[in-house]
């Protein structure tokens, strides 16, 4: 009765969509999250009769033969690319990044790690930081007497102090492209790291390479879709149900067969 397993791999594969979902709409209000999906394939077939099979002395051919399939299995679960709206929040070091493009910052590690959550802050030492204290890549720091500073679209920050006129140039943000960007490893907080699938990252100023612009005083909302995803979220629930039904049947088939005398 194979009709078990594949109704198995079946409610397996909701399972795992409903997770998905579930991560998805857990992260609706997370700065610069992306939205997954879960992706899925069908198992291998067992060949009953392989198609242009000779089935006869005279040459026939069977044009479409028996193929039975043996359920689903996931394949990936990929990142939706599409960036989520800029709220503008008017701080400092409050940056959104308009187009393509990940911030660089250094691990505890010593690894470089990727994110697009531009709620920076200010470390004791005048470094810029994530909200989890890693510095930015170059490393910047701002003098403990700059009044102001302002960062503007190719990423110069810039310090305004009491005793001069001129601004005076701090450093310069840079953001990371990669070919491949799906292929980027997810580690928590927001942070990516590089893989063998993602490629190296190529590292220039905003605004350069086919990279976005920086936004001084905006961060990037969540591109979760709440609609669809509970549209899914419905979907997911009725294909789990459909194939637990399945189950229900062939229990009750298997059971007819026992009580046949």
Excluded: C, W
């Excluded at 005048?126 to 009044?147: C, H, K, M, N, Q």
């Excluded at 979220?233 to 298997?254: P, S």
């Amino acid at each position: 009765m194979r009709a078990l397993q594949i109704a198995a791999t079946g409610m397996s594969a909701q399972q795992t969509r409903v997770e998905v979902i579930s991560n998805n709409l857990a992260n609706m209000s997370t700065t610069g999250y992306n939205a997954r999906r879960a992706e899925f394939a069908d198992l291998h077939y067992q060949q009953a009769s392989r198609p242009g099979s000779v089935t006869a002395a005279d040459g026939t051919v069977i044009p479409a033969g028996v193929q039975l399939g043996l359920g689903v299995r996931p394949t990936a679960v990929s990142i939706s690319l599409q960036q989520g709206a800029l709220i503008q929040t008017g701080g400092d070091l409050d940056l959104a990044i308009e187009g393509d493009g990940y911030l660089e910052v250094t691990l505890p590690s010593g690894i470089s790690g990727y994110t697009r959550d531009g709620g920076l802050k200010r470390s004791p030492e005048g470094l810029i930081v994530t909200s989890d204290g890693y510095p930015l890549v170059p490393e910047i720091a701002i003098p403990d007497d700059a009044r102001a500073i302002t960062i503007n679209a190719d990423g110069e920050v810039y310090g305004y102090f009491s005793d001069r006129i001129e601004p005076e140039l701090l450093g310069q943000i840079t953001l990371a492209g990669f070919a491949n960007e799906k292929g980027l490893e997810a580690i928590g907080s927001n942070l990516f790291i590089e893989t063998a699938a993602s490629g190296g990252a190529q590292v220039v100023d905003p605004g350069q390479d086919g990279l976005g612009t920086l936004r001084q005083g905006y961060l990037e909302e969540s591109s979760v879709d709440a609609v669809r995803e509970i549209t899914e979220l419905i979907k997911a629930q009725r294909g789990y149900e459909l194939n637990a039904k399945v189950i229900t049947a062939a229990d009750q088939m298997l059971s007819a067969t026992v009580q046949v005398r």
